[in-house]
């Protein structure tokens, strides 16, 4: 079945990649080993899980201004997730992280992403238009 979203744009840009949802709001400077892209917060809901060419669904960030670079140290080493996508709430040091590592970006849209988007469905972000094809992963 396929879901069409529509929402904001902050960062510009095409991608797409199977989901990985957080339910809490998600850092990667604290929560991702920027070298391997390994989430290694202890206890966390995706400790274990690889961002590497995931599109990453949070209800929003949280941290400092260390995750500005955060994003770029991710795709520099070449496991940075393919596309971040938040709920309602937008971060500015997120925004800005993605901005500088290009990877697309999206929040703030017309349905309810996290009790709709599960991890294993399959998205296309379309971040010049502000739209989301969503494939769910089949039961």
Do not use: W
């Not at 957080?22 to 961002?51: I, T, W």
């Not at 938040?86 to 996290?114: C, K, R």
């Not at 238009?129 to 769910?136: D, W």
């Amino acid at each position: 079945m396929k879901v069409l979203l529509k929402g904001h744009i902050a960062c510009k840009g095409m991608a797409e990649g199977e989901v990985l949802v957080c339910r809490k709001p998600f850092m990667f400077l604290s929560y991702v080993d920027l070298e391997s892209g390994l989430v290694h917060a202890k206890g966390h809901e995706l400790e274990g899980q690889n961002v590497k060419d995931k599109v990453i669904v949070s209800p929003c960030g949280c941290g400092s201004t260390g995750e500005e670079p955060s994003l770029l140290l991710l795709k520099e080493a070449g496991v940075a997730p393919s596309a971040i996508i938040t709920g309602s709430a937008v971060y500015s040091p997120g925004v800005i992280g993605a901005i500088i590592a290009d990877i697309p970006m999206m929040y703030g849209f017309d349905q309810n992403t996290l009790g709709l988007i599960e991890t294993g469905d399959h998205a296309k972000v379309d971040a010049n238009r502000g739209i989301i094809e969503l494939t769910k992963k089949e039961a």
